[in-house]
């Protein structure tokens, strides 16, 4: 079982950064895909970025393309994201969570995704 907690969400203005980290329990963290997704008040839950279990490849959301980065570090157990150029749009809770190598959807989809952190807040302003 995998344990996730988000941190480092915070109040920016506008062309703002914030680095979120996302860290977790468990010895099998380093065997699995990890995603971003967030949710803005009134709307669904929304992929923002993945990273496979060697950080080989990623994935990202068209709205964040360019402006995110994620990576993680199997030795500390954590994974990271990296919001440049912040917009109020970005507003958000932010979380993490851990790809379930069995369940149907793709890397973009939330249903492929079992263990979920409890989120971080996001707050852009313009």
């Known amino acids: 079982q995998v344990q996730l907690v988000e941190s480092g969400g915070g109040l920016v203005q506008a062309g703002g950064s914030l680095r979120l980290s996302c860290a977790a329990s468990?010895?099998?963290?380093?065997?699995?895909?990890m995603g971003w997704f967030r949710q803005a008040p009134g709307k669904e839950r929304a992929f923002v970025a993945a990273i496979t279990w060697s950080g080989g490849n990623t994935y990202y959301g068209d709205s964040v393309k360019g402006r995110f980065t994620n990576s993680r570090d199997n030795a500390n157990n954590a994974v990271y994201l990296q919001m440049n150029s912040l917009k109020p749009e970005d507003t958000a809770v932010y979380y993490c969570?851990?790809?379930?190598?069995?369940?149907?959807?793709?890397?973009?989809?939330?249903?492929?995704?079992?263990?979920w952190g409890q989120g971080t807040q996001v707050t852009v302003s313009s």
């Open positions: 969570a851990r790809r379930d190598p069995a369940a149907f959807g793709t890397v973009f989809s939330s249903v492929a995704y079992r263990n």
């Open positions: 468990g010895r099998t963290f380093s065997s699995y895909t």
